[in-house]
C-alpha cells in the first residue's frame, strides 16, 4: 500500500477518522507522518485529517480534470457526484473517469492492473489476443534474422489463429 | 415464504462445527459483481434497479445450490425480519436499509447468501462455520462461474470486476471470519494485533462489520485490497494471519491462568453472578458477559456446560431475536427485563465456575 501523500514511499502509518458516521482512513509512509505531525496524536487535528483524507482523494480527481466537470454520457454521473460519495454511477465511469482514477487506485490496493479471475467467456479472447501478439513477435524475428523456414511456419500458425473454424479441426 | 420457518433455529446453528471454531466463528467470502450497461444500485433510478433485479433474480435462483431457497425482495420483509437476519449476519445492514429494487437468496443450508442491489448489483456470499476460508472461496468461485454464464458481467481486463466503490475494483472479493478474541481483550493485547493486522493491509472491525464495536470480544478480520493480487493469494494470506491471532489468543489465555489467575476468575466469576442473578440486561452488556463465560466453558471452568448453550443465548437475547419471540411490541426497558428472566432461567442449572479446573480442554 502507498503512502496517500506522496505517493512514493510504502505507507506503515495508519489513520481511521470518523466524521458524521463516515469512517475515513488514511494511510502515510513515516515521512509524511512525521511532517504532518501524525506521529505524535496529540497535536494532529481533525482539519488535518479532513485534508489527508479520502475526501481529499475524490477531490484530486475533480482537478485533474482541469476544472471542467466531467460526466458520463451513459449514466450522467459527474466527478461531483463521486466526489460526494466516493462511489462510482455505472461501470462506464471507470472509463470516463480513468485518469483521475489511477492515483486513487494506486493509494488503495495492491497494484493496478487485475490478475484474478477473468470469465470464462473472456478467458478465451483474452488468450487468442495474447498468442496473437506472441506470434506476430515470433515472425519479426524470424524475419530479420533471415529464417524463412520459421517464418512460414509461424505465418501458418497465424492464419490458423484467424480462422477459429480451422483450429478445432486441427486438434 | 414464511422467514422465520425457514431459518435454521437458534439451537441448531450453535451445533454447526469447524476447524478451529473455539476462537473462529465463522468464515465468509463475498465477492462484488455488477452487470454491464447498467448504472450501479446507488446512481439506478427505481425502475433500473427493479428490472436488474428481475434479470438477476431468476439467474439465482436456477442454480442447483439455490434449490428450495429462500427468495424475496426487500419490500416482502418487515424491519424485524431484515434486523433478524442482520443478527444472524445473513445481511450486511446497509441491505437490510434497502426496500423496492432490492433482493436476497438464501439457501437451505444458510451456506450461500445473495444481496441484490445492496451497494453492487449483486453481493454473493458463501458461508461455513469455523475457519474455512478456502472451501468458503472455492464453493462461492464455482457459485459465480455457474452464474457467469447466465449474466453479463461488467468487466474490464486491466481493471477485472467493475465496481460501485474503486476498494472493491478487480477481483470483488471479501475474505473474512469473525473471531472471539476474549484473551486478547483481557490482557490488553488487542490494540497491538490490531495494529499489525492492519500493516498487512487488512481491516479489523466490530461485530456487525464496518464502523461498529467489538461487542462480545468480536472481532472480524478481513481483507481491504482486492486489485493487484489473486483471489487465492488473498484467501491464503489471511488464513496465515488468523492462524497467527488464533496461536495469540490461545498464548493470551494460558499466561493470563498462569500469571494473573484470579483476575480470570474475578472476570468470569462476575460475568457468571451478573447473568445468573440480574433481572434487567441490556444487549451489550449481555454479550460482553457472555463473552466471558465462553471463555470460562473454553477454560473448563464450568465443565458441565456445552459451548453451545453460551453461543445459542449469544443469538437468542439480540434485541430482534428477543421481540420475535413476543407478539407484542416492547419498549428498551421491556427487552432488558424479559432479557434477563431468559438468561437466568438458560443458566438456572448451571453451577458457579469451578476456579480449580482439572485440566484445560484443547
Known amino acids: ?171 | 415464504m414464511d422467514l422465520y420457518e425457514f431459518l435454521i433455529t437458534p439451537a441448531e446453528a450453535t451445533r454447526l462445527h469447524g476447524p478451529h471454531d473455539r476462537i473462529v466463528m465463522s468464515s465468509r467470502v463475498r465477492l462484488a459483481r455488477n452487470l454491464k450497461g447498467a448504472a450501479f444500485p446507488g446512481w439506478a433510478k427505481k425502475p433500473e434497479r427493479i428490472k436488474i433485479m428481475e434479470t438477476i433474480r431468476p439467474a439465482v435462483e436456477s442454480l442447483p445450490e439455490m434449490k428450495d431457497a429462500f427468495s424475496e425482495v426487500m419490500d416482502n420483509l418487515g424491519a424485524l425480519e431484515k434486523q433478524i437476519l442482520v443478527e444472524r449476519h445473513l445481511i450486511s445492514r446497509e441491505h437490510a436499509a434497502k426496500s423496492s429494487g432490492s433482493g436476497l437468496v438464501l439457501n437451505r443450508e444458510e451456506t450461500f447468501c445473495v444481496m441484490i442491489n445492496e451497494e453492487d448489483h449483486l453481493r454473493m456470499q458463501a458461508l461455513r462455520p469455523g475457519l474455512q476460508l478456502r472451501e468458503a472461496w472455492s464453493a462461492i468461485d464455482k457459485f459465480d462461474s455457474a452464474l457467469e454464464k447466465k449474466l453479463d458481467y461488467a468487466f474490464n481486463n486491466d481493471l477485472g470486476y467493475l465496481t460501485a466503490c474503486p476498494t472493491n475494483l478487480g477481483t470483488g472479493i471479501r475474505v473474512s471470519a469473525m473471531l472471539h478474541l476474549p484473551g486478547l481483550v483481557l490482557a490488553e493485547q488487542i490494540n497491538p494485533i490490531i495494529q499489525s493486522v492492519n500493516k498487512l493491509g487488512l481491516a479489523v472491525r466490530g461485530l456487525y462489520g464496518e464502523g461498529t464495536e467489538a461487542l462480545g470480544n468480536v472481532f472480524q478480520v478481513s481483507n481491504q485490497m482486492t486489485l493487484g493480487e489473486t483471489e487465492t493469494t488473498i484467501v491464503e494470506r489471511l488464513d496465515k494471519v488468523l492462524l497467527q491471532i488464533i496461536e495469540h489468543e490461545e498464548n493470551a489465555r494460558q499466561t493470563l491462568l498462569e500469571k494473573k489467575p484470579k483476575v480470570v476468575f474475578n472476570h468470569i466469576g462476575r460475568a457468571y453472578g451478573i447473568l445468573a442473578n440480574a433481572h434487567s440486561i441490556s444487549s451489550k452488556e449481555t454479550m460482553n458477559l457472555l463473552s466471558l463465560m465462553r471463555l470460562g466453558v473454553d477454560l473448563g471452568l464450568f465443565p458441565e456446560v456445552n459451548r453451545s448453550l453460551v453461543d445459542e443465548l449469544f443469538i437468542v437475547t439480540q434485541p430482534a431475536h428477543l421481540q420475535k419471540q413476543f407478539s407484542d411490541k416492547l419498549t428498551a426497558e421491556e427487552r432488558d427485563l424479559l432479557r434477563s428472566d431468559m438468561v437466568r432461567d438458560r443458566l438456572k442449572n448451571v453451577s458457579r465456575p469451578n476456579v480449580k479446573p482439572p485440566k484445560p480442554e484443547n
Do not use: W
Not at chain 1, 482512513?25 to 485534508?51: I, R
Not at chain 1, 475533480?62 to 454520457?73: E, F, S
Not at chain 1, 484474478?116 to 513477435?137: F, I, Q, V
Open chain 1, 1 to 171: 500500500m502507498q503512502c496517500s501523500v506522496c505517493k512514493e514511499k510504502p505507507a506503515t502509518v495508519f489513520l481511521t477518522h470518523i466524521e458524521n458516521d463516515k469512517m475515513h482512513k488514511v494511510n502515510l509512509c513515516e515521512d509524511c507522518a512525521k511532517k504532518k505531525g501524525v506521529d505524535n496524536p496529540t497535536t494532529f487535528s481533525l482539519a488535518d485529517a479532513d485534508l489527508l483524507l479520502g475526501l481529499g482523494a475524490a477531490q484530486e480527481v475533480v482537478q485533474t480534470a482541469g476544472g471542467v466537470d466531467l460526466k458520463c454520457p451513459r449514466c450522467g454521473f459527474s466527478q461531483a457526484d463521486f466526489k460526494k460519495s466516493g462511489r462510482l454511477g455505472c461501470p462506464d465511469c471507470y472509463q470516463v473517469f480513468a485518469e483521475g482514477l489511477a492515483g486513487l487506485l494506486k493509494t488503495m490496493h495492491k497494484g493496478t492492473r487485475h490478475t484474478g479471475k477473468t470469465p470464462e467467456a473472456l478467458r478465451s479472447s483474452r488468450d487468442a489476443a495474447e498468442r496473437l501478439k506472441l506470434l506476430n513477435k515470433k515472425l519479426a524475428k524470424a524475419i530479420e534474422s533471415e529464417d524463412f523456414e520459421q517464418a512460414a511456419k509461424v505465418r501458418d500458425e497465424l492464419k490458423a489463429l484467424a480462422s477459429p473454424a480451422a483450429e478445432p479441426a486441427k486438434k
